[in-house]
């Protein structure tokens, strides 16, 4: 059974819809993409799920429970994770996390144990300093803790990198694939990079509709192009010239420190190669070029409003 379902949700703002029949399903001890341009519908479909706005239409099922947004149990067996989260500067981050127990009413002989164990599992070895002196990075890493404090079920991250240098997006990616061993990570982005490494299943929405939604693994494999990235020590201009006057290539052009080239099939790869040696082409890589996320992500959005 999925732990949360999303059925025909529909939320109107005037004249604008922004979710339009959205439908999904999220499993347990997955963690789901929820993945779209900016004003795609993601945030709208969040605050619905939290009940911090209401939809039009539709229904939300938590546990194959309908979800009352006026149940204060509901809202505690979930945790979140804002993009930019914001904390009083004079505390320090044990005192912030103290809170956060008090306000989820957990056993106050419990809190230090809670608060050991979170700040643990984010790798935060900062507790007793001032959350003023954070940086960017160690701010995210404490908005994951408070979220987890109360040991919810569903942990719902909203474009939780968007602000952060690449370690700082690699240590919270890491902290991801670490989580969905305990809980359910619904993990709302456009970094299309960061959920493919570590999505189980996206679902792709835009303009408030849901466009696909399936398995990372499956989607990789749709992936029926032959597409190869080539470096010599020959020059690249010299040979993309003789790429392009080979009659298999479809397409080449430079890219990087080689040429990256389209041709039909396995097959038609090897005659490609067997020219280029015997044009005396000395190749140091021969790469294939998988289809990534951002590609599928693309094609799908040129499909649907073609």
């Known amino acids: 059974m999925s732990l949360l379902s999303i059925k025909g949700l529909t939320k109107d703002f005037k004249a604008l819809r922004a979710l339009d029949d959205l439908s999904l399903e999220v499993q347990r001890n997955e963690v789901y993409g929820f993945i779209g341009r900016n004003g795609a519908g993601k945030t709208t479909t969040i605050n619905i799920i939290m009940g911090l706005l209401h939809g039009d239409g539709g229904e939300i099922y938590l546990d194959g429970e309908p979800v009352d947004m006026h149940d204060?149990?509901?809202?505690?067996?979930?945790g979140y994770v804002p993009d930019v989260p914001a904390f009083p500067r004079y505390l320090k981050a044990r005192e912030f996390l103290r809170f956060a127990c008090e306000a989820h009413e957990i056993d106050p002989t419990q809190h230090e144990?809670?608060?050991?164990?979170?700040?643990?599992?984010?790798g935060l070895e900062a507790g007793d300093r001032k959350i003023g002196t954070f940086s960017r990075g160690m701010k995210q890493r404490l908005a994951i803790a408070q979220a987890l404090v109360h040991k919810p079920e569903l942990l719902i991250m909203d474009e939780p990198t968007s602000a952060l240098d690449p370690i700082g997006?690699?240590?919270?990616?890491?902290?991801?694939?670490?989580?969905?061993?305990?809980?359910?990570?619904?993990?709302?982005?456009?970094i299309l990079d960061d959920a493919q490494k570590v999505c189980d299943r996206i679902g792709?929405?835009?303009?408030g509709k849901l466009l696909l939604?399936?398995?990372?693994?499956?989607?990789?494999?749709?992936?029926?192009?032959?597409?190869?990235?080539?470096?010599?020590?020959?020059?690249?201009?010299?040979?993309?010239?003789?790429?392009?006057?080979?009659?298999?290539?479809?397409?080449?052009?430079?890219?990087?420190?080689?040429?990256?080239?389209?041709?039909?099939?396995?097959?038609?790869?090897?005659?490609?190669?067997?020219?280029?040696?015997?044009?005396?082409?000395?190749?140091?890589?021969?790469?294939?070029?998988?289809?990534?996320?951002?590609?599928?992500?693309?094609?799908?959005?040129?499909?649907?409003?073609?």
């Open 204 to 207: 792709l929405i835009d303009r």
């Open 169 to 190: 997006r690699k240590d919270v990616l890491d902290i991801i694939a670490r989580l969905k061993n305990t809980m359910t990570v619904f993990y709302s982005t456009h």
């Open 72 to 78: 204060i149990n509901h809202r505690r067996r979930i």
């Open 213 to 306: 939604e399936a398995s990372v693994a499956s989607i990789m494999r749709r992936d029926k192009t032959f597409r190869y990235y080539v470096e010599a020590e020959n020059d690249a201009d010299d040979v993309l010239k003789k790429l392009k006057a080979i009659d298999l290539v479809r397409e080449a052009f430079i890219e990087a420190h080689g040429i990256t080239f389209e041709v039909a099939s396995q097959e038609a790869l090897k005659d490609v190669v067997r020219t280029l040696v015997d044009a005396d082409v000395s190749m140091t890589t021969l790469t294939r070029k998988a289809k990534t996320l951002e590609d599928v992500f693309i094609e799908v959005l040129d499909e649907n409003h073609a």
């Open 113 to 122: 144990a809670r608060i050991e164990t979170v700040l643990r599992d984010v």
